[in-house]
C-alpha cells in the first residue's frame, strides 16, 4: 500500500508542476509574444512577500527531499524479484535516490540564486544542468527496466525513461533557444505526461482491479515490493504490455486535450494580442479631401 501512496504523491506532485508550468507560460506568451523568453521557474505576483513569491521553490525541494528519503529507505528492503536479488535491487533504488538528490541540489541552487546574490544561475546553465539530471533519470530507469523480472514492472520503467528522455531533449532546446514557446509547453506537457504515467504505474502494480487478466501478484511476497506483479504465459505478458501502451496513447491524447483548454483558457482571460494586422487609415473630409480630388483631376489632364 505504500508503494501505491507514494505513486499517488508523485502523480499529484507532477501534474501539479506541469499545469503550473503551462499556465504561466502560456500567460506571458500571450501577454507579450515579442518579448516572450523562457523561465526556469515562474514566481507567483499575487503578493510580494518574499516566502510567497518563491512558494513554487519550497514545494519542490518539500516533495524532492520526501522522494529522496522515500526511495534510500526502500533500498534497505529485500527485493528478490529483482535479477541478481537484493543487492542489485539496494544499487538500483540508490541510483534513484542519486538522481533524486541531484534534482534537490539543482533546485536548492535556483533558489539561492533567485533570493540572493550568491550563486549566480542564468537559464541556459540551469536548462542544460535540467537535461543533464533528465538524461541521467532515462538511463536509470532503462537500467531498472532490464533488470525487471515482472513484465509489467519493466514496461512501466521503460515507459518512464521514454518521457524522461523528451523532457531531457526539451530543455537541451530551451537551453539553446530560450524564445522557443514551443519547446517550452512541451516540458510542461511531459511533465504532465510523467505525473499521469506514475499514477498508472501505481494502479497497474499495487490496484488488483487494473491488474491486467492473466497476471497477479505473487502470494509470497507479503511487503508487496517492486515487481510483486508476474504475468506467468507468455500470452498474458503480450496483452498486457499492449494494454499499457494502448494506456500509455490515452494518456497522450488526455495532455493534449489538458494542453489546448489550457491555451483557450489562458487566452480567454488574457487576450491575444495580434502583431501585423492591418488598420484602416483614417481620411480626411471636408475641403481637405475636394482639393486632393481636384488635384488628382489636374495632374491626369496635365499627363494627358
Aim: aromatic share 10%; net charge neutral; glycine share 6%.
Amino acid at each position: 500500500m505504500s508503494g501505491f501512496v507514494f505513486h499517488i504523491f508523485t502523480s499529484s506532485s507532477l501534474m501539479s508542476l506541469g499545469l503550473y508550468h503551462l499556465i504561466c507560460t502560456t500567460r506571458n506568451q500571450l501577454r507579450s509574444p515579442r518579448d516572450y523568453t523562457t523561465k526556469p521557474y515562474h514566481p507567483f505576483t499575487v503578493n510580494h512577500h518574499q516566502f510567497t513569491k518563491h512558494i513554487q521553490l519550497y514545494l519542490i525541494i518539500i516533495c524532492l527531499l520526501i522522494t529522496f528519503i522515500h526511495e534510500t529507505a526502500v533500498s534497505f528492503d529485500s527485493d528478490p524479484l529483482v535479477k541478481g536479488r537484493s543487492p542489485v535491487h539496494h544499487f538500483t533504488s540508490l541510483q534513484s535516490a542519486g538522481v533524486t538528490s541531484l534534482f534537490l541540489v539543482l533546485s536548492t541552487a535556483l533558489l539561492i540564486s533567485e533570493t540572493t546574490n550568491l550563486l549566480p544561475f542564468p537559464p541556459d546553465l540551469f536548462f542544460g544542468t535540467a537535461s543533464a539530471l533528465f538524461f541521467l533519470q532515462y538511463t536509470v530507469s532503462s537500467s531498472s527496466a532490464s533488470l525487471q523480472i515482472s513484465g509489467l514492472e519493466a514496461k512501466c520503467d521503460s515507459v518512464s525513461s521514454t518521457i524522461s528522455a523528451l523532457s531531457a531533449i526539451l530543455c537541451i532546446i530551451l537551453a539553446c533557444h530560450p524564445r522557443l514557446f514551443v519547446a517550452d509547453v512541451g516540458l510542461g506537457a511531459s511533465i504532465c505526461l510523467q505525473g499521469l504515467w506514475s499514477l498508472q504505474t501505481g494502479l497497474t502494480l499495487y490496484v488488483d482491479a487494473f491488474i491486467p487478466d492473466g497476471c497477479h501478484k505473487l502470494l509470497d511476497v507479503v511487503s508487496g515490493v517492486e515487481g510483486s506483479t508476474k504475468c506467468e504465459l507468455e500470452d498474458s505478458k503480450l496483452r498486457a504490455s499492449a494494454i499499457l501502451d494502448l494506456m500509455f496513447v490515452i494518456y497522450v491524447l488526455v495532455v493534449i486535450f489538458i494542453l489546448l483548454v489550457t491555451y483557450a483558457v489562458t487566452a480567454k482571460v488574457v487576450g491575444v494580442r495580434r502583431f501585423g494586422a492591418y488598420e484602416a487609415i483614417p481620411t480626411s473630409s471636408g475641403s481637405g479631401s475636394d482639393n486632393n480630388h481636384i488635384q488628382m483631376k489636374a495632374m491626369a489632364g496635365a499627363q494627358a
